[in-house]
Every structure is written in structure tokens, then in C-alpha cells.
């Protein structure tokens, strides 16, 4: 029954890609029959596209509850026993007259409170510019902001201009702001550590706050490098609207972005978000997250090269990629690959009905977009008010642009 749940809850995310209620109740299905890795993947993607900020703090507050279920199941999971206690067993087994003299051992287990630190792994994987397809004008200004300052220290350092500090990439959910960061990464020939919420949440007092500090830590050691934290807001979360039990997460992540006693100077400290009104003031301030740079939906070229990616290795006839691409403005990175399962789904029935195989063809992809819209304009439509009523420092101006550019489809 349970096993029936769970696949009906995950075809329901696939219907409805973007619904957070969807994805948060396959989360919490998945994690009461104890598959806390999918669960904690789902969850994450609920607080990514969840707008509601009460919603958002029981999401996050369950994603803690799970985090440390799967730690504690790491901790008390039970070791393969060495040759020595296998001989004993056996021994115990054939002289039961040595079990009476055997002490009484109470079986007792003693959780600890996560007392070994995260170890966020480097990522190698070597991603470059030229693996992202299209978004010229954002790889131009990553350039001049970001990766410059790497390579020109000596300029730099002339003017005592900074060489590190904080970037916060933000737009739409599924634009590929995970992706660009490794891409700037690459480019910039720096250690590259992503960084998980599990990395860092835990329940027990003062161990979320330590973990956070000791990661800043391994990426001052080996400097040059570069933090990437994913959907920062769930961590950076405003401390205005946020409980009382993760301000001081908030505060340790201030204090080590830019701190008295903490230095970013060849640290690079890159993070995303959908949602950058949600992260917390102090964030956005001079020293700490000062550049925020927007990632608009992927622009033609882009479109129709993750169309061309997608398709590839599928049993497909002569798909006009540059016609999909005109009829898919504002669709995202996964919304486009959204479309291609789709249209496959819809394929395969075909076949399964009529009895005869055939290939993809752009005219299953063209029936497909009929039904389908993009995921993007919901966003879009919601940050046209942040950017009417909140820019007075200057900091949605790159979504401002954006939005004048094509105020008359939005």
C-alpha cells in the first residue's frame, strides 16, 4: 500500500513540477517508510519553489526532523562484527557453562549529538563556460565581476579592491543558477565546495552553527576556493519573519561571511535562491552577499541546445529544434525537459494503443506545448512587485531590465 502511495504521489510531481505541496507530501511519505535521501531531495525542492513563508517554516522545521533521523541512523547503524567477537559467539555457542560466568553487558545505546564535523566534499567535476549554452551577457558579467578579480590579484590589490566576498545568484526555479556556479568555478580554477542543508542543519542546540563555521574553515585553509550554498534562503532565512531556533544560524552565517575574526579575502562565497526578498538584510549588505546577479530564463540559443540535449539518445526523426525553441520563451532549463518526458509519455501510449512504432517528430512536441506553460511567469509576475516596491538600494535592477524587455508578455 505504502509502495502504491509513493508512486502515485510521484506521479503527481511529475504532473505538477512546480507545486510544492506536491513535493513536500512525496517527501514526507518517503521518509516515514525510512528513505530519508529522497526524502530530504524532495523536501528541498518544496522550500525552492514554495512561497508561502509560513509553509516554508514547517517545510524547513521537517527538514531538520528528517536530517536527524538519517544521522541517527548512521550513528546506531550496526557494524559488521571483526573475526575476534565472530570466534567468541562461536565459543559461547558450544560451552553454554561459559555464558554463566559471562558479565551482564546492558544493551544501551548512546547517540551523540553529531560530535564529528560535516566533511563537504570538493566537486570535480570540470565544468566550464562553453558547457552552458546561450546567456552571453550573464557569462560577460561574471567575467568582469567575479572572475576577473581571480586572475588580475595584482591589479586588484593597486586599487585594494577585494578578491573574494559574496556573489547571490537569483531567478526563476530551474534556470540552471546551480549549474553557472560550477561553471564559474571552473573558470576561475578554484576549489569548489558545494554545500548541503544536511551539511549543516541539526537538531541539537549549537552543532547547526558549529558545522557552519567549520566549513567556512576548511574553505580558508585552501584558498583559492569557492562555497556554493544552494537555495541559501533556507538557511539565511529573513530573522524577522524567521523562529527564534535558527537565528543563531543566521547570525554565525553573517559573522563568517564577514566577520571580526573572519576573513573571505580569496574566498568566494556564491549561493541561489528563488526567493532573494526572503534571505535576510544583513546578507545583502556591503562585505557579505553585495553583488546579487540575476539568471534570467535560458534566451533562444540556450533553449535550443538543452532541446537538442535532451532529445539526444532518444529514438527521434529530424526535430526542428530552432522551431521549439521560438515557441518556448520564459521556459526554463526544466521546464523544456519537462516537455521532451512528456511528449515521450504521450508517444509511448501511442504506440501501446495502436500496435505501430514510430519516432519522435516535432509535430508530438508542438501537440505537447499546447498544454503545457511555462513555470517561470508565476515568478516573474511575483518579483514585478519586489522590484516596484523594494529597489531602492539598486538591488533587482538586473531583473528590472529584464522585466521592461518584455513587460508586454509577462
Known amino acids: ?37 529522497e526524502a530530504i531531495s524532495s523536501l528541498s525542492t518544496a522550500i525552492s519553489y514554495c512561497t508561502d513563508e509560513k509553509e516554508k517554516t514547517e517545510m524547513v522545521n521537517e527538514l531538520i526532523k528528517i536530517s536527524s533521523n538519517l544521522k541517527q541512523e548512521e550513528i546506531t547503524a550496526p557494524s559488521k562484527p571483526s573475526s575476534d567477537s565472530q570466534m567468541n559467539a562461536e565459543t559461547d555457542r558450544h560451552s553454554p557453562s561459559l555464558n554463566k560466568t559471562k558479565p551482564f553487558q546492558p544493551k544501551l545505546k548512546v547517540i551523540h549529538g553529531n560530535a ?14 562553453e558547457d552552458v ?3 552571453e551577457d550573464l557569462k560577460k558579467t561574471i567575467h568582469l565581476r567575479i572572475i576577473s578579480p581571480f586572475f588580475n590579484k595584482g591589479l586588484f590589490s593597486k586599487f585594494r579592491k577585494k578578491v573574494g566576498g559574496g556573489i547571490l545568484f537569483y531567478g526563476p526555479p530551474g534556470c540552471g543558477k546551480t549549474f553557472i556556479a560550477r561553471a564559474t568555478a571552473g573558470e576561475c580554477n578554484a576549489h569548489f565546495y558545494p554545500v548541503r542543508i544536511t551539511d549543516i542543519l541539526d537538531p541539537y542546540i549549537g552543532i547547526s552553527e558549529r558545522n557552519l563555521r567549520d566549513i567556512f574553515d576548511k574553505a580558508r ?5 569557492i562555497l556554493f550554498f544552494d537555495e541559501v534562503d533556507t538557511i539565511g532565512f529573513s530573522r524577522s ?29 556564491m549561493a541561489a535562491t528563488n526567493t532573494p526578498w526572503d534571505v535576510d538584510n544583513a546578507l545583502k549588505r556591503p562585505g557579505r552577499f553585495d553583488r546579487l546577479i540575476f539568471v534570467a530564463p535560458p534566451d533562444f540559443k540556450a533553449r535550443e541546445e538543452i532541446f537538442k540535449l535532451k532529445i539526444k539518445g532518444r529514438f527521434a526523426e529530424d526535430i526542428d529544434t530552432q522551431l521549439l525553441a521560438s515557441k518556448t520563451e520564459f521556459f526554463s532549463g526544466a521546464d ?8 515521450s509519455e504521450f508517444i509511448i501510449e501511442d504506440i501501446l494503443t495502436t500496435g505501430i512504432e514510430r519516432p519522435l517528430t516535432t509535430q508530438d512536441f508542438l501537440q505537447t506545448l499546447e498544454n503545457v506553460q511555462p513555470s517561470t511567469l508565476e515568478w ?28 508586454r508578455k509577462i
Request: proline content about 4%; charged content about 25%; aromatic content about 8%.
Open 221 to 225: 585553509s585552501q584558498k583559492p576556493s
Open 116 to 129: 564529528i564535523p560535516p566533511k563537504v566534499k570538493q566537486a570535480h567535476e570540470d565544468v566550464k563556460f
Open 241 to 269: 519573519k524567521s523562529s527564534s531556533n535558527t537565528r543563531g544560524l543566521i547570525d554565525t552565517f553573517l559573522t563568517e561571511m564577514e566577520g571580526i575574526d573572519s576573513s573571505t579575502e580569496e574566498i568566494l562565497v
Open 336 to 343: 523544456i525537459e519537462n516537455v521532451v518526458e512528456l511528449a
Open 1 to 37: 500500500m505504502e509502495k502504491e502511495k509513493i508512486k502515485w504521489l510521484q506521479q503527481m510531481v511529475v504532473q505538477r513540477p512546480t507545486d510544492p505541496q506536491a513535493h513536500y507530501w512525496l517527501g514526507i511519505e518517503l521518509a516515514e517508510n525510512d528513505r530519508y535521501h
Open 133 to 135: 549554452a546561450g546567456l
Open 380 to 407: 516573474l509576475r511575483t518579483v514585478k512587485n519586489y522590484v516596484k516596491y523594494a529597489n531602492h538600494g539598486g538591488l533587482y535592477n538586473d531583473v528590472e531590465k529584464y522585466l521592461r524587455q518584455h513587460s
